[in-house]
C-alpha cells in the first residue's frame, strides 16, 4: 500500500495477546467504531507501540474508545452492526 501513496502505521508483531498463540496482532485488536472513533480490546497505555498508535490515530482526529482495561488482545475483528 505505501507504493498507492496511503499512510501506514507498520508495527513490530508482538505484545498482544492472542490465546494459544504466542502474540497477536494490532488488526485484531479493534476496528473502528466511527468516522473519528476507535475502539480497542484493551488499552494502549499498555501497549509496547501505544504512543505509535496515539500519535497516528491524533494525526487523523481519530480517538480511542478502551472497551477494558489491560494489555491488547486480538479477538479476530470488531463487527459494527
Known amino acids: 500500500l ?4 496511503f499512510d501506514i502505521l507498520l508495527l513490530p ?6 490465546e494459544g498463540l504466542d502474540y497477536g ?6 476496528g473502528l467504531i466511527s ?3 476507535m475502539a480497542f480490546f ?3 497505555k499498555s501497549y509496547m507501540y501505544g504512543e505509535k ?3 497516528f490515530l491524533n ?3 481519530v480517538s480511542p474508545i478502551y472497551l477494558k482495561d489491560g494489555k491488547l ?3 479476530g475483528s470488531l463487527l459494527i452492526l
Open 2 to 5: 505505501i507504493n498507492y501513496d
Open 13 to 18: 508483531p508482538g505484545d498482544i495477546i492472542l
Open 25 to 30: 496482532f494490532i488488526g485484531g485488536s479493534g
Open 35 to 37: 468516522k473519528d472513533k
Open 42 to 44: 484493551g488499552n494502549l
Open 53 to 55: 498508535v496515539l500519535n
Open 59 to 61: 494525526k487523523y482526529g
Open 73 to 75: 488482545q486480538d479477538r
